[in-house]
């Protein structure tokens, strides 16, 4: 297979950056605390 160095580039930047903003969601899902997990439940 062969990319021209842009694409290959750009797919690059782009699989580092969607881990990034994976990491980030992540540790704010695992930042919220049981109790506001079962209220936020309770609501709906």
């Known amino acids: 297979m062969n990319l ?3 694409v290959a580039g750009c ?3 782009s699989l580092n950056s969607a881990a ?3 990491e980030i969601i ?3 899902i695992m930042a919220v605390d049981k109790g ?3 209220a936020a439940r309770s609501l709906v």
Do not use: D
């Open 36 to 38: 506001q997990e079962e």
């Open 26 to 28: 992540r540790a704010g």
């Open 11 to 13: 797919i690059a930047l």
């Open 20 to 22: 990034y903003v994976a």
């Open 4 to 6: 021209p160095a842009i």
